[in-house]
């Protein structure tokens, strides 16, 4: 019974800052050329979304170099050939001089971001501060992102044996390669911001997290509690503790098992990852157009619409508690 209590209780430590730490000093081989800088801003119209364009930016998001952002963009008038990604300078000015490349998916999208190396020479003076990325963890990286793709396929279709077997390869393969680059970002400071506002944790991470939450979820179906509430309080750890979503997770493990004070912990946790998410999405957006405001209204009241569930569900466990 104690068992969900004493891991969310658990949550408020910085483990993921240990993590980093113990992945960093097991990075070697050849240095994966770090990037130039510039700005990948991925078309969300009505069409380029049709093309596959969020999908796309799912995967600039956890592939894209150090120096390389990846934001959303408006229509470029290049209908029919999405998904379209705007290639602009660090500045991320629209210019007539902007690149625009069409159809970026598969292996075209492995080619734009390609170019977007240098000489990791030129990088000295950081890369003696950061960890190397190599190429064999890049290599696994794009693997273990494939694999959570299949998986998340398998899970969609209730396959949830298949799903976890890989779910398990994705994380395998792609875990540590994940925690080294983002680490190379983060020491450049190429975050963007409107993903860290809508995630709260580092977008090029959400794959992972998605993949230990939905790898828990397979477990609990498949009654694997203990397996299950590993994958949940992974979750939580990989999201900074700030996925509403893992929190939900691990609320539905501790159901599982019977724990009800446990539950109820995880609920509250969830509710104020909502709040926070909710109250960025408040904020005004001076120069934004409509599309980016109508993008933030979704966002904040699905926010809205989930922390209202989750507030019955805890007002119903205080009741049995007895703590209202």
């Not at 170019?115 to 950081?126: K, R, W």
């Not at 933030?296 to 569900?313: P, Q, S």
């Amino acid at each position: 019974v104690q068992t969900c209590i004493s891991m969310i209780n658990f949550l408020s430590v910085p483990l993921i800052t240990r993590a980093w730490a113990i992945l960093l000093a097991m990075s070697s081989g050849n240095t994966y050329p770090y990037c130039s800088k510039a700005i990948f801003r991925v078309c969300h119209s009505p069409g380029c979304r049709d093309d596959g364009a969020i999908a796309t930016m799912d995967k600039l998001n956890a592939l894209a170099p150090p120096g390389v952002q990846v934001v959303k963009g408006g229509c470029v008038s290049l209908c029919g050939s999405g998904p379209v990604v705007e290639i602009c300078s660090d500045g991320g000015e629209m210019t007539i001089s902007s690149v625009k490349r069409k159809r970026v998916k598969g292996d075209a999208l492995l080619s734009l971001l390609n170019e977007f190396t240098v000489n990791s020479e030129a990088e000295g003076g950081l890369k003696q501060q950061t960890p190397a990325f190599t190429s064999y963890m890049r290599d696994r990286l794009i693997e273990g992102y494939e694999q959570s793709l299949e998986a998340n396929d398998a899970y969609n279709r209730k396959n949830y044996e298949k799903a976890v077997e890989l779910y398990q390869d994705a994380i395998e393969n792609g875990r540590k390669p994940a925690l080294i680059l983002q680490e190379i970002r983060d020491a450049r400071g190429n975050e963007s911001g409107s993903e860290m506002q809508q995630y709260g944790y580092p977008a090029g991470l959400r794959w992972l997290v998605e993949s230990f939450r939905n790898s828990c979820r397979s477990k609990l179906a498949l009654g694997d509690v203990d397996g299950a509430r590993r994958d949940a309080f992974a979750a939580t750890v990989f999201s900074k503790n700030a996925d509403a979503s893992a929190h939900e997770c691990l609320a539905e493990v501790c159901a599982k098992s019977g724990d009800a004070l446990g539950e109820l912990q995880a609920l509250k946790a969830a509710i104020s990852s909502l709040e926070l998410l909710e109250e960025e999405y408040l904020k005004p957006l001076p120069g934004k157009d409509a599309v980016a405001r109508a993008a933030a209204a979704i966002i904040r009241n699905d926010a809205a619409a989930r922390k209202r569930e989750l507030g019955f569900k805890a007002v119903k466990l205080e009741s049995i508690l007895g703590l209202s």
